[in-house]
Structures are given as structure tokens and as C-alpha cells.
């Protein structure tokens, strides 16, 4: 629907004879500030500056026109414009002067009944399990490397020359390789070729163009500390205890994930209940802070549709929540920033707000708990229905 698109277009008629009143506003506003031969700065009569600026005259009226023709529309329709209106096209005749005008505004839409909406929440229980992967995966981070004579196996750690030979027969320039031989990541010809090798051997791969040469240069053995080195480099005292604070630590990951992904769906099943066009220039901006923020965490052939898809998806739910507050007439009290932070696991939130609002970071405070009493107020009125997964 028409309402539901954040770019207008509008065509504006301007009558050269209602043009006439702005031309003498901007004759007589030019007059103070030009200087005319035989006058004192400021005093050349308007009739003169009429027609020594003609030109200047016409543009600054016709200016002012189609700006008080375009804010006029704008408070009749209830727009909520985000870009300055440009004029991408213009035409005139013996009787009037035609613009075409675009600019962006907050679509116009509305929130849907949000007793009807039903979505999902995850629910899990952390195991055994899931805390001896994380173990694991620490271990694996303060993993160290030992150099051996022996065969290469599971899980080796194997320094090459690798050298790749054309058809031609023309080699490549030698480079270094790091082959993590793992039988779940690594090619399986290479794996196989690999396993049983020793430091010195020379293993040759025959692929579709040519044939890939690796030089054995040193196989590690990876050496992994036990449970109760790994508690003490994360500073537990023993390694029941370390165990412990794992499993804390992973309900609360899981928790906030699921928290996330809950508030995300129920912004996907509003928007498909009343979908919008955001607007582009509101997209670009969150397209250019996200795709900073996932520089380096995300493969680089899929950066830019990433940060898109982002972009898209934060640009709706701004809008959404902001359509919701405004509607529902949601006010965010110190009383709530005092209740958030305490969640937040703030031990004075008290303390905390006088601090703020001395060093003026109220606003700011209020802007951040508006959006999660916005998502709070979601939650509490949708029906969530949970879903236990492993």
C-alpha cells in the first residue's frame, strides 16, 4: 500500500502569479545584504534590486514557495519526514513553474493485534556435556605444540613446503603450510596421504590441474593442560568450582541468546502482519556501523549482504518499537532505570542514576531502557510458547 512507502514523490504547481508575493519578500530581504553603485549598503531602493538580481530573485522565491508548498503537505498528511526534500525534476510554462520533489519519511502503518500473535522460545538445559565442551575448547586455546619423530596421527600438527606443479610441468613458488590433520576438516585424499608420514617425507596429490606437492618440514604433538591447570588459568580455586561457574555462565549465554531471538521473532511476525518499506537512508546509516562492527567475524565474500540483511532488520525493528511506544504511550520512570539496573546486576542503581544525571547521562539512560520496557510490554502481551531443544 501507498502509506506503507518511506519515498515520496510528490509534483508541486507553482502559478507565476502567486510566485509574485515571494519575489518581493526575497527583493527586499536581498536588498539588505547587496551593494548597489550610488546607494549606501543595505538602502538601494527594490524596484532597482529587482531588476539588477532578477534571476537570483526568481530562484530564492521560487526557493521559498516550494518549501512552504512541500511543508504544507507534510502537515496535512502527518508525515514524519528523515531527508530534506530534493527536487529531481523541473519544468516550466508561460503560466506556471512544476516540480517533482522526493524525500523520505517514517512509513505509515500500523501495529496488528499483538493478542493474536504466537511465537516460540527456546528453552534448554545446560548438561555435562556443554560444559566439558567449553572445557575443551579452552584447553584447546592454551593448547601447546611438541615437536616428534614419530608418524603422523589424529590430530598432528604438520609444517610443509607446499609446491604446486601444472600440467606444464612448472612449479609454483614454495610456501609455508600449517595442516591441522583432523579427519573432520581436512581433505580426505590429504588426510589419508598424510597419516603415517614423517617429518622429511615428500607427499604428492594429483588434482584436476596439475599436482600438489607437500615437504614434510615438522609434525607437533598437541599437548592439552588437564581440568585442573585450565581452572587455575581462569582463576578457580579447584575444578569442581570452575564447573560450576561454566554452567552459571552458559544458562546465562543461553538465556540472553534466547532472549534475543525471541524478541526478533516477534518483530518478524508484526512486521508480517504490517509490512513497510524502510527507509533507505535510515538503512545506510545502520548498514555503515554494522559493517565495521563485523569486520573480521564474518567471511569476507559474505560481509556486505550480512551487514545488509542487518541493516534491514534493525531499520524495522526501530521502527516498529518506536511506532509502538508512540502508540501505546510508553514512558520510560527513574523507577524503571532503577529496576533495569539492578537486573543488570548493578549493586547501587540508586547511586548509579544521581551519578548520571550529574554527568548528563540521563537521556541516554532513558533512551536505552525505553527500547527494553518497549520489548518487555512485546513479550508480556504476544503468547510465547516454549520449545525445549538439546
Known sequence: MEERKSVKEVKITINREDLEKYEDEAARKLAKRVRVQGFRPGKAPV?????????????????????????KLIEENHWKIITRPRIKAQDQSDSTYEFTVEFEIIPEFSIPDLFSITVKKRIKRVTDSDVEERINAYKEENVQLKAVEREIKEGDVVLAQYIFRDKEGKESKPKRARIIVKSDELDEDLYNALIGKKAGDVVELEVEDGTEIYKIQNVYEKIYPDDQEIAELLGFTSVDEMREKIKEQLVEEFN????AELENNIINEIYKLSPFDPPPTLVA???????????????PEELEQTAQQLAVFRAITEIILLKLIEERNIEVTEEDIINYLREDGEKNPEEFLKKAKRRGKLEELQSRYLIRKAFDYLKNTVKIEPEFVE
Not at 529587482?50 to 518549501?67: F, G, M, P, Q, S
Open 47 to 71: 524596484d532597482i534590486v529587482k531588476r539588477l538580481y532578477r534571476d537570483r530573485i526568481v530562484e530564492e522565491a521560487l526557493e521559498e514557495a516550494l518549501n512552504k508548498e512541500v511543508n
Open 285 to 299: 546509516q545502520i548498514y555503515s556501523d554494522i559493517r565495521k562492527q563485523l569486520v573480521g567475524k564474518v567471511p
Open 256 to 259: 540472553e541468546q534466547a532472549e
